[in-house]
């Protein structure tokens, strides 16, 4: 019977391409693609025969960016160049490229090929679903409509499953719960797994590579999707990033699955949550443009903190911080130190801890500027 190359394709993050790796026994021997990849080219330097030939080969996804843009037009040829005719090759995420050559080489019956995808899903316990919303409420305070209105978002994604992306955008004057909201989901609803991007430091034309995948051998946002650990994804600051990247987005928001350059994703039912400092609707759709205003789902607005959460926040903040200073002083001395620099509007969470920040720094030092008055 012919020989043939048995090609394991593993989809999703690196753990779960670890956890789908046989164990192998102490006397099996198992290579890696980057370091076959050196041997080979070390031995065609030195114009010796390569000999080193794998039996078993593991190529992780950040393999990919260890060998030049070229070897990428050849990678299946590559590894069929550094293994023996029956080898056990286990890939994670493979580009577009190869899967292509890798699904026309099982249409000839030349290799057997298997595949398996890690699968995510939103924590679906209808029974936990009022507990997990007041775990979320207690940390984001003075946004009761908000609350409200991701409860439903929530509600539904936890009874229905969707082929395309759900897009959220929670919008507002800064360090008013935003982000501490995502977070607060991801706890709650996704084992405290998301995918993080902060769009603010996408500023020009070189990151357009990251966006579209221009360059195989680089990290890109096909990249980083095929790798997420869960569906949650968080875009912050998407007023921040420039608008020739929309055209990615469009893409992503709009379909179950996501194309660059160099990878094919499935993002079915993915959560995408965005926030922006934008004030209105009516801003949103002239800056951000109809094509991407009218692919987000839902709107939620987070309101200057009122003068009663400013007092909740203060009272928080300071019994957060307890530890750092009960030796030597106590919460009512804080808190009546706080109070006059604190305004009644106006205030976010930043301007709170920083102000709690000075008084505290203040209240500890009186002692020894005493001390070195009275060495004066």
């Known amino acids: ?18 956890m789908s790796l046989p164990e192998f026994r102490e006397e099996d021997k198992v290579d890696t693609f980057l370091d076959l990849v050196k041997l080979s080219d070390f031995s065609r330097q030195n114009q ?68 398996k995808s890690e699968k995510y899903e939103i924590k679906r316990n209808v029974d936990m679903f009022v507990n997990q919303i007041e775990d979320i409420s207690l940390h984001i305070i003075g946004q009761h409509l908000v609350i409200k209105e991701i409860s439903k978002s929530l509600w539904y994604l936890t009874n229905i499953k969707r082929d395309k992306p759900y897009v959220i955008m929670l919008y507002g004057n800064s360090s008013l719960g935003k982000t501490e909201l995502v977070r607060e989901i991801a706890k709650s609803f996704f ?16 990151y357009s590579d990251y966006f579209f995948g221009n360059m195989p051998n680089r990290r890109s946002l096909g990249f980083d999707l095929m790798e997420r650990e869960s569906n949650l994804i968080f875009f912050d600051e998407l007023d921040k990033c420039p ?10 928001f709009d379909n179950s699955e996501f194309k660059d350059t160099t990878y094919d994703v499935d993002v079915s039912g993915v959560v995408i949550v965005l926030t922006s400092n934008y004030q209105t609707k009516e801003e949103m759709q002239e800056r951000l443009g109809l094509p991407i205003f ?18 909740q926040i203060v009272q928080s903040e300071i019994s957060r911080r307890k530890s750092e200073f009960e ?4 919460v009512d001395e804080v808190y009546a130190a706080v109070s006059p620099v604190i305004s009644t509007s106006g205030e976010n969470a930043r301007t709170i801890k920083y102000k709690i920040q000075q008084v505290i720094e203040e ?8 001390k070195l008055d009275g060495a004066k």
């Open 1 to 18: 019977m012919e020989s043939k190359r048995k090609y394991h394709i593993i989809i999703g993050s690196k753990t779960y391409f670890d």
């Open 48 to 115: 010796r025969k390569f000999e080193e030939h794998a039996k078993t080969l593991i190529i992780k996804n950040d393999n990919y960016h260890g060998i030049v843009e070229a070897a990428h037009d050849r990678l299946g040829a590559l590894i069929e160049d550094l293994t023996t005719d029956d080898a056990e090759i286990y890939v994670h995420n493979p580009p577009r490229i190869l899967m292509k050559y890798l699904e026309n080489k099982q249409k000839l019956s030349l290799i057997e090929l298997d595949a």
């Open 191 to 206: 084992s405290g797994k998301y995918l993080e991007k902060h769009l603010s430091m996408f500023k020009n034309n070189n």
């Open 243 to 252: 608008e020739y990247f929309y055209s990615a987005f469009y893409t992503l």
């Open 294 to 311: 009218y692919r987000i789902d839902k709107f939620l607005h987070f309101d200057d903190f009122s003068c009663d959460t400013i007092y």
């Open 327 to 330: 030796d030597k002083l106590t």
């Open 363 to 370: 209240l500890l030092f009186k002692d020894i500027q005493r």
